[in-house]
């Protein structure tokens, strides 16, 4: 069964970190790009950073860069995402997606992990 897993999502405070990881099972992660998009709530989701196969592309979301890392480590079959000086605004549902090619479009992505809230408040 292909599957993907993601975790680490939490409650945090205002200006706190977190890092969510995607894992994947029943396929080679490695072998895909991997995305993170994330969807609050009455919002479209939306990308937030994406990464080629082999580490070498890399994009970010315009307002996010500079605040979140995304990386992978091949060997695991995981993708990371880690979130830094979190804001209200961050709140929403974060899923990781594989695929062909590393965008910002939810189209690009054949398979879907089922999300994990993360949710920033005081």
């Known amino acids: 069964q292909l599957q993907l897993v993601e975790s680490g999502g939490g409650l945090v405070q205002p200006g706190g970190s977190l890092r969510l990881s995607c894992a994947a099972s029943?396929?080679?992660?490695?072998?895909?790009?991997v995305g993170w998009f994330r969807q609050a709530p009455g919002k479209e989701r939306e990308g937030v950073s994406c990464i080629s196969t082999s580490g070498g592309l890399i994009y970010y979301a315009g307002s996010l860069k500079g605040r979140f890392t995304i990386s992978r480590d091949n060997a695991k079959n995981t993708v990371y995402l880690s979130m830094n000086s979190l804001k209200p605004e961050d709140t929403a549902v974060y899923y990781c997606?594989?695929?062909?090619?590393?965008?910002?479009?939810?189209?690009?992505?054949?398979?879907w992990g089922q999300g994990t809230q993360v949710t920033v408040s005081s």
């Open positions: 029943g396929f080679t992660l490695p072998n895909y790009a």
């Open positions: 997606a594989a695929g062909n090619i590393a965008t910002m479009h939810v189209r690009d992505y054949t398979y």
